[in-house]
């Protein structure tokens, strides 16, 4: 299969194979319907409209987010479910709110604290605002969020009243600690645990509202090596939608799964150092090397034929400059198949940092690029 | 000190102290003018018009680009004599003729190939189309560029003839090696054979117009160990405007001559594993850790006073996720000098990336909050 229309792209840039991102969606939602729980795609990966939608079968419904900029991009195309996963600190709510008003839309919020419970509270008494409210679990991951057995969820709950424009709806737990490791035995032990530990939290809670209570889990890795999600609302997760080689390497996909590539140019040949140059470098790709722990052949990406997409055996960027790769080569027959102004196409580290100093996707589909979506960047 | 209208900031954001922007620029220009060279500020750094300005002692100048895409941003405001010092390919000629023609400037190219050597002259040809053109000498960074010996340089140079509108102008380098060092005698010596090698490598040339003869070299570095510059027609660096930790764990700079950091605030406190989380993460900070090499304190930032930009003794971001920084703490007493809602600063390990996930600088001077600048960011 050859794209006829590649090489009138400019590189550096973004390539997003449709059906692939299709099938990736599918196989989410698939799986979540199957353990009789809602997803909630997290669109930090993406950051795109178009992307979000296929995400959700073609449609508008819930989604995660992880900036208020984020929050806004989506409200305004129609967004009204939106859960704002990093906890909140009381300077926020003044935008956050601002962004619900505007849009008629809800942006759930994350606390793990009894201080900013507070300042959420006495915001809303002030505004007459409506916030709805997650209490932030850590299941492991060591970052945000509080032990399941922490006195001060209880706390955290007993500042919020039923009845009040500010509701607190339930719990909310992150088990991003499932991509440290390839063990499958291990990530199927780290999910169950995020279920358990998000489920016993809950019955921490005081002056809490049964009828609205939420459970909301979630890790692409956990999602999809959980055999049972009884009791959890909803599950949050992203990379699945795109894949990298970070999950690759953790056989959480295979590398023909991987929807997103870089498309970049050959722009010169080293002939005494055997090195072949490319015009994408830290910028293009991101610094992340997640995926060389468990595949050190990674480098900051393998490099692939620009229309399959198919990885090149043994050809991987061993540097970077902001904006030069350098492939090194063992066979000079590689500057012959690869010559100055050929093209190249780049599987990433970790899709969510590389698509983030792009602007846009060009979307390839049926053997050409279609099309251009656009995506957001920045708080 | 203390910053009147920094709390008024959405954080992450970038702060650019004005003073120090200024200091640093005053004394790269200051070296140039003692060795009786030409500094083409780097503006891959700033990407900001404003910023490349005051490189420039407020003037429109000659400038250095990295992407096609700064040519034409800086194009685009007045500046007229841009050198693009990447290797150029074929299919670039177009969009790069296209700024030129359009903004009436000259975007000096640079090429180290026979091959793309008789494409820019066809396109001339065909075209009717000025171009100035630079050989990439390979001084000893093992990245782009010939040996100065290497006998391509004279075929490259016989493709191109005199009184053409494409004129072959002389030769480049970079040390960019220059950076994995903290050696001074080092770096003096790679700045040494910098110099030689670009004087020796003009040699090979044939075919070649003396009047206009450029030998253009640098590196922030190399650029401020040279005791001896004669014969270099102008020297591109970049980093010295912002300085980062990088350069500060080379001993390039000091610390407090960084004029760039992140301002992130606390957004929780993880009293269970003793650290502080703040809303800096990948995104905000890139993953880049290259100042710990020499600074393994370094981590992904270190964190400072907000008011001062001094650092905290033994604080640092041991740990990034795409929205989060977390702060390892070795007493609890963090949590009272940082609340939650508090605001820090960050010094980056490597300001160039840093400074690509955001749009603008919020730039500081005499205490406050004065303006916002904006940069360019893509290709």
Not at 338 to 363: D, F, K, M, W
């Amino acid at each position: 299969m050859k794209i006829q229309n590649l090489e009138e792209l400019d590189t550096p840039c973004l390539i997003l194979d449709k059906s692939l991102l299709e099938k990736n969606c599918f196989n989410a939602r698939k799986k979540c319907l199957e353990l009789n729980t809602i997803l909630r795609p997290h669109v930090k990966t993406p950051k795109s409209i178009e992307i979000a939608k296929i995400a959700l079968d073609n449609q508008i419904g819930p989604i995660t987010v992880s900036t208020l900029n984020e929050a806004e991009y989506f409200a305004g195309a129609g967004f009204k479910d939106i859960l704002y996963a990093v906890c909140i600190i009381p300077k926020k709510l003044k935008r956050l709110n601002f962004i619900q008003q505007k849009y008629s839309c809800i942006i759930r919020i994350v606390v793990d604290s009894t201080y900013v419970a507070q300042e959420i509270l006495k915001y809303s008494n002030l505004h007459n605002a409506n916030f709805e409210i997650l209490i932030e679990i850590d299941c492991g991951e060591g970052r945000s969020g509080l032990d399941y057995q922490d006195k001060m969820i209880g706390e955290i709950s007993r500042v919020f009243e039923p009845n009040h424009k500010t509701k607190l709806l339930g719990v909310l737990t992150h088990a991003g600690h499932s991509y440290s490791t390839k063990d499958k035995n291990e990530i199927i032990s780290i999910s169950n645990i995020e279920r358990k530990e998000a489920m016993a939290s809950l019955k921490k809670l005081l002056n809490f509202e049964d009828k609205s209570q939420i459970i909301s889990i979630g890790s692409t890795p956990t999602m999809f090596l959980a055999s049972n999600l009884d009791g959890i609302s909803e599950v949050r997760a992203g990379i699945y939608m795109f894949w990298d080689l970070a999950q690759a390497s953790r056989g959480i996909c295979k590398i023909e799964d991987i929807a997103l590539t870089v498309l970049a140019s050959v722009i010169g040949h080293n002939h005494q150092r055997k090195r072949i140059i490319i015009d994408a470098g830290s910028l293009a790709l991101s610094k992340d090397k997640s995926a060389n722990k468990f595949m050190p052949e990674a480098g900051y990406g393998l490099i692939c034929n620009p229309h399959t997409a198919i990885p090149f055996e043994g050809l991987n960027i061993s540097e970077v400059h902001q904006e030069h790769g350098s492939i090194k080569i063992k066979s000079i027959d590689w500057f012959d198949k690869l010559p100055i102004g050929s093209q190249v196409r780049i599987l990433p580290n970790h899709a969510c940092l590389t698509c983030a100093a792009y602007e846009n996707y060009n979307i390839l589909e049926n053997g050409s690029i279609i099309d251009s979506w656009s995506r957001t960047n920045g708080w």
